[in-house]
């Protein structure tokens, strides 16, 4: 299995990942277009030539990203390939200086097996909230938050 940034020729291996998610109320959908305008944020785990998984590590302020579109292929499951991707985002978000991760996600035990902490979603800045304005769960929000402070020694 190799992690790695996301190509072009990935965009509807994720697409496909993401928006299956998405149809089980699962995660937000993705367009196309979305995942072309923000492909760099995206890391892959590739299995002989096959995208199994997803997610995007994109930067909201100087010291603050977000991991989001986190997705693994249902027959790649329970095979640590959800636990790469977040630490090669976290590595990506150390080399450039990002002092914090968070995610918004429903399944918070996986962040947390990951060093991640619990958070109150109150606590994030309102910079965060951006993909809340398009969430048909807006007034009703199942998601927890999740924080990793990174080490400058990383």
């Known amino acids: 299995m190799e992690i790695r940034n996301a190509k072009i020729s990935d965009v509807v291996s ?13 995660m937000l959908f993705r367009s196309m277009a979305d995942i072309y305008e923000k492909l760099q944020t995206f890391i892959v785990a590739d299995i002989d030539g096959k995208v199994v998984g997803c997610g995007a590590l994109e930067i909201i302020w100087a010291d603050l990203a977000e991991i989001k579109s986190l997705a693994v292929s249902e027959s790649h499951q329970s095979m640590g390939i959800g636990k790469k991707i977040v630490e090669a985002a976290v590595q990506k978000a150390s080399e450039i200086g990002v002092l914090k991760v968070f995610a918004l996600t429903l399944v918070p035990q996986f962040f947390v097996k990951t060093g991640f902490e619990i958070v109150e979603k109150e606590t994030l800045p309102m910079k965060v909230w951006s993909d809340c304005a398009r969430c048909p769960k807006q007034q009703h929000c199942d998601e927890t938050a999740v924080v990793k402070r990174i080490s400058r020694d990383i």
């Open 14 to 26: 994720i697409h496909q990942l993401v928006n299956g998610y998405a149809e089980l109320d699962r």
